[in-house]
């Protein structure tokens, strides 16, 4: 890793922590219903809100009750979607059943998978109408089932986790339309666009005539950056100028993505009165975030050892010091947009700056081990904090065992129950990936049909060997971590891709959400435990150890197979100067 890659990482990393306690303790305020600098102004708002949608504000909902709403909200929000996207207006491409449902599933799912370009697919009502506003949905209900699992373990003896449509309402309206409005502002001041003009025609420097590609990119790529649900207006997503135009938007782009779940352990803290259980999930995550940013920008710096081997010198085609440049844009380099793929991948957002099929085999391993870490490294908005505190419970329950205690954290005792429905989310997001991932394989033999028009899906890998496996893996880890991005080698627009993939994206969303809110709720019910000096602490340096020790055993123990055929297999061959035609 050179030193300018270095001083990108300590910038990022410095005014992401400066960022967490204000963001976080403003989070923990709107949930809490206390007053905000913005309560005068939004305050008579949210209570015509209530007022017009007969929501009593002070009517608390048991776990089932607040699932069943989030639920039924999610479930509207797709029919709605769907809707527009077959009978969108005259001037975008008509979109197939299959198509329309992937996309559909894939915002209201906060995953934001892409199989279709989005400039020349949608309509601009349909971006607006439909993405823009799923991608406020998505990210408000995650914030509010995270919300409620912090307060299954800050309530005592209750049978309330508080009330969705409120939470709903105070994330959208305090927390993600300002945010959104000022980062739309400062985006629109560095040059991306915002406009409802249609595509404008221009000679290229060849003098073949073309199409510029216009519209509300500023509005919907704030929210898509602080939502975790990276859809770009473009195909070539925050690649292409109109939505990221400077090395300063980047840097801007990277903190929205991770600012609301590095938030929220901030949040977890304060609701919970503990405020070093929060800093100490805040540090786990960072550790892991760094710690996959340094060996992605040391791999990639380091390029392709056979390149070398042929006599070709990077450095004498590149601006930058060396290194892998295939796929990325000069104006971020190498450093800033490995820095922005570990961004994408660990917040959950999959917003991408490069191609990720062209990184090395390690560069695309620390993607895929983001993803398959099950959105603990920060991860999506809500959700990813939910699946942070999962494993710091099963962490818990570990080291009980292995001391002879009964398991605690935050005084609430950890039971049979709950390590049932974690492993029941855990179980089922490995079951999505890996076994959708075989079937795609698996599924070479079978003959042309309709859903695959162009025989086996495997003919859509742009590379074969190992690096096509990996292709198929990124697909599905994507789906069912609810991630969004892609390797960018796969034509995963074909129904077997569309159906497969939507339904990896509604496992890995909804059999963790509702295993949460089951948690949340079965903790919430129990009787606060005294602190004694036998209870094991859950704050400090040894016990985030062993928080990251329990993620990297869970992970290698599910997915260390697949890796070893994929990435990694693919990391030695190409030592070795092994070629794949």
């Known amino acids: 890793m050179t030193w300018t890659g270095a001083c990108q990482l300590a910038v990022f990393f410095g005014l992401l922590t400066a960022i967490t306690k204000p963001l976080g303790r403003y989070m923990a305020d709107v949930f809490e219903g206390k007053n905000t600098f913005l309560s005068k102004v939004l305050a008579p708002l949210e209570r015509f809100i209530y007022r017009i949608s007969k929501v009593d504000s002070r009517a608390g909902q048991a776990w089932t009750v607040y699932a069943s709403a989030a639920l039924a909200f999610s479930f509207i929000n797709f029919c709605s979607f769907y809707a527009l996207l077959r009978w969108q207006a005259p001037g975008g491409t008509p979109l197939t059943p299959d198509l329309a ?19 020349t697919t949608l309509t601009h009502l349909s971006q607006m109408l439909g993405v823009a506003v799923q991608s406020f949905t ?3 209900t995650g914030m509010a089932v995270g919300v409620a699992l912090i307060r299954g373990f800050a309530r005592d003896q209750s049978s309330e986790l508080g009330n969705f449509w409120v939470d709903l309402t105070r994330a959208t309206l305090y927390i993600l339309l300002p945010i959104s409005l000022a980062a739309a502002l400062f985006l629109g001041s560095q040059g991306v666009i915002q406009n409802f003009r249609p595509p404008q025609a221009v000679a290229a420097v060849e003098g073949s005539p073309g199409d510029i590609p216009l519209g509300p990119v500023a509005s919907q790529e704030a929210i898509k950056l602080l939502g975790s649900d990276g859809g770009g207006f473009f195909n070539a997503n925050s690649a292409h100028p109109f939505e990221n135009p400077t090395p300063f938007t980047n840097l801007v782009e990277m903190l929205l993505m991770l600012a609301i779940p590095a938030g929220m352990t901030y949040t977890f803290g304060r609701i919970t009165n503990d405020q070093r259980q929060g800093w100490a999930l805040f540090v786990a995550m960072a550790v892991m975030l760094i710690g996959g ?11 392709n050892p056979m390149l070398r081997a042929a006599g070709v010198d990077a450095r004498a085609s590149s601006a930058h010091a060396g290194g892998n440049m295939e796929g990325k844009e000069v104006r971020f380099g190498i450093a800033g947009s490995a820095l922005f793929s570990v ?3 660990a917040s959950a957002d999959g917003a991408v700056n490069s191609m990720h099929d062209s990184y090395t085999p390690l560069g695309g391993l620390v993607q895929l ?9 920060f991860g999506g908005v809500g ?14 329950f570990l080291a009980g065992l292995m001391v002879g205690r009964s ?39 079978a003959p042309s049909s309709y859903w695959n028009p162009a025989g086996a899906p495997v003919s859509n890998l742009a590379n074969p060997g190992p690096h096509g496996l990996s292709e198929i893996l990124y697909a599905h880890s994507s789906a069912a971590a609810t991630n969004g991005s892609a390797f960018a080698g796969l034509n995963a627009n074909t129904p077997w891709f569309n159906l497969t993939l939507g339904l990896g994206m509604l496992i890995g969303r909804f059999l963790v959400v509702i295993p949460a809110l089951a948690v949340a709720g079965s903790l919430a ?27 990297g055993v869970v992970t290698v123990l599910t997915y260390f197979p697949v890796l070893a055929l994929g990435p990694i297999a693919e990391h030695y061959l190409m030592h070795s100067g092994a070629l794949f035609r």
């Open 101 to 119: 449902f992937n996309i559909a599933v894939s915002f209201m799912t906060n995953t934001s998978w892409q199989s279709y370009a989005g400039e």
């Open 369 to 377: 081990c983001n993803m398959k870490t099950g959105e603990v490294i």
């Open 138 to 140: 998505s990210a408000a």
């Open 343 to 345: 961004a994408g991948t």
């Open 293 to 303: 940013s340094c060996v992605a920008m040391w791999s990639e710096q380091a390029g």
């Open 525 to 551: 019910a129990k009787r606060r435990l005294a602190t004694t000096s036998g209870t094991m602490p859950t704050h400090n340096a040894v016990f985030v150890a062993l928080v990251l020790a329990t993620i």
């Open 383 to 396: 959700t990813g904090l939910a699946a942070m505190v999962f494993m710091v419970m099963v962490t818990v």
């Open 407 to 445: 398991p605690e954290y935050l005084g609430k005792k950890i039971e049979a129950k709950e390590m049932k429905l974690i492993m029941l989310s855990f179980v089922a997001t490995a079951v999505a990936l890996l076994g959708l991932s075989g079937a795609t394989v698996a599924a070479r033999f």
